[in-house]
Structure formats: C-alpha cells, structure tokens
C-alpha cells in the first residue's frame, strides 16, 4: 500500500511552509527517505486573501518548480497530487468555486476549520458542502479545534456527519512529560480508536526545522499503542478515498 502525506506545505513559495526549492528539495528527500510515495500538496487557501483563479495560477507556478526538482533527483522522489488547505468562511457550504480546490481530479476538500467555538452556521456550511455540492469532506487536523469548543453541542452534530478527518503525525508523538499521555495525544489515540475507516494522516510539514516531515514519527508512536493494524487501516482508507 502507498505511503501518503495526506496534508503538506512543500510546494516553494505560495504559503507559509517551504520558501524556496532548495527546502522543497530536501522535503521531498526526507519524505522519500521515510517511506512516502504520494504527497498531497495543500497550501493555504484563504477566500478573504485570494480568488480561487489567482490561488490556482501561484499554485501550478509552484508545482512546475517542484516538478523540475523531482525530474532533475538522481533517485525517484515521491508523487505531488495537488490540493488546497481551504479556510472555513462563512457562506463555503454555498459558494461555487470551492469544488476546483479538491484534491487532484476527486470531489475531497480539505477544511480547515474555525479555532474558537463551532456555531449553527458552521454546521450548516459543512453540511452543503457536503449534500448540496456532494464534494467529501476531509476536516484538518482535527486534535486542533475540540479546546475551542466549550459547547460540544456543535461538535457532535458535525461528527456525525459523513465526513473524514486528518490528523497531524507529531499528535500521536507523546510528549506527555514523565511519561504521560498528555492531552492532545489521548484524543489523538481515542479518535482514531473511533474512527478508523475515515481518518487520514498528514505531517503538515512547513519546512526541515521545526515542522519537518513526520509521518514515521507519527507512525511509530500508533503502532507502539494501536500496533500495526491501525496504520494498515489508515493506509487502505486513503488509498480508497483518493483512488490510488
Ligand atoms: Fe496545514
């Protein structure tokens, strides 16, 4: 099965992860030297920054570079299948350009959404994107919103919908001190316990230093807790989902 990094910023200069192709190259050798075969390339998309136009042209302007990276390698280096990381806004679930940043040619978008609490407008977008503009949902990493949310009223209901969800490798890093769990990674550990069939793991990764390709990280730590059966099961519901 394919290894993915479901959530990257790796293509060189569109958003705040790799700056240029030198750190895109060696993200790119660092992803292979850990296994991974597909990377899904996800810069930020912010509607109130951007139009969808001007995102695609910097965004394939930024894959050429990387390409040329991947052809000139002495070695093959892992596939880029293109993407966005799209900012929850309110009207998303309505608006009908959004279905152009799914993930190379599916109907899967990668949300981020809101850190502060989830209101009825948001379960309401979230759930037209999903009936009405029939793409698949892929919330962002997903341990990063439940502290905002201090009514789970909201949470639930989104939770229920059919959606998926990504979660950043370095969560499932315990780095509870004294040994402890801490938080994030007990939720990390109990969602995927959950939600096995829909959940998708990403690095994240921004650059070689302090958000570095993890996925090998983050997959030790599952199999260290979960062992080898979870990972398998998060490899086959991606290579399902993105049809590879
Ligand atoms: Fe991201």
């Known amino acids: 099965m394919n290894l993915v990094d479901f959530h990257t910023h790796i ?44 995102f695609l042209e910097n965004r394939s302007a930024a894959l050429k570079k990387a390409e040329q990276i991947r052809r000139e390698a002495d070695e093959s280096l892992p596939s880029i299948i293109t993407g966005a990381e799209v900012y929850y806004f309110s009207g998303i679930g309505r608006a009908e350009e959004i279905p152009r940043l799914c993930i190379g040619d599916t109907r899967v978008l990668l949300l981020e959404m809101p850190f502060e609490q989830w209101t009825d407008d948001v379960l309401r977008d979230v759930k037209d994107l999903i009936r009405k503009q029939k793409l698949t949902i892929v919330l962002a990493h997903i341990e990063r919103y439940y502290r905002f949310q201090k009514d789970m009223d909201i949470w639930d209901c989104i939770m229920d919908l059919p959606l998926h969800t990504q979660i950043n490798a370095g969560s499932f890093v315990n780095k509870g001190r004294f040994l402890r769990p801490d938080r994030r990674w007990q939720f990390c550990i109990d969602f995927l316990n959950d939600h096995p069939d829909t959940l998708h793991m990403g690095s994240d990764c921004h650059n070689m230093v302090n958000r570095p390709p993890n996925l090998e990280k983050g997959r030790e730590g599952i199999k260290a807790k979960l062992g080898q059966e979870a990972l398998d099961c998060i490899d086959a519901s991606t290579a399902k989902l993105l049809g590879l």
């Open 11 to 54: 293509l060189p200069g569109i958003d705040d992860g790799s700056q240029d192709e030198s750190m895109t190259r060696d993200m790119l050798f660092e992803e292979k030297r850990q296994g991974v075969v597909d990377i899904v390339a996800t810069p930020h998309f912010y509607a109130n920054q951007m139009s969808v136009d001007g």
